[in-house]
């Protein structure tokens, strides 16, 4: 089993900044793709960002300049978000595209993080 724990959301004025960390664990032979989504009310999930291993980033335009995604040597990723905007209010997600030590390859989620900014 792999799981997918993030962190860091919360509730922060127009301009503002955060950081998101995602934490996988489990049985992981190894880690593809990271990436981070996001899902406003009454809206479809959203892709903001995501990073190949090989260190490929992309970007949704709405978030290109202001937002960063990356990634340590310990099966953690982030997202630095900052500048934001009332319009990036969500609950973002973390997806991670994983070998597993039971020679499977699928992605995986988190449960979810709010993140709330104020006009």
């Known amino acids: 089993q792999v799981q997918l724990v993030e962190s860091g959301g919360g509730l922060v004025q127009a301009g503002g900044s955060l950081r998101l960390s995602c934490a996988v664990s489990?049985?992981?032979?190894?880690?593809?793709?990271m990436g981070w989504y996001r899902q406003a009310p009454g809206k479809q999930r959203e892709l903001v960002a995501v990073?190949?291993?090989?260190?490929?980033t992309n970007y949704a335009d709405s978030v290109k300049g202001r937002f960063t995604i990356s990634r340590d040597n310990a099966n953690k990723g982030y997202l630095q978000m900052n500048s934001l905007k009332p319009e990036d209010t969500a609950v973002y997600y973390c997806?991670?595209?994983?070998?597993?030590?039971?020679?499977?390859?699928?992605?995986?989620w988190g449960q979810g993080t709010q993140v709330t900014v104020s006009s």
């Open positions: 489990g049985s992981i032979s190894r880690i593809y793709a």
């Open positions: 990073l190949t291993s090989g260190g490929t």
């Open positions: 997806n991670a595209d994983v070998w597993t030590t039971m020679d499977t390859r699928r992605g995986y």
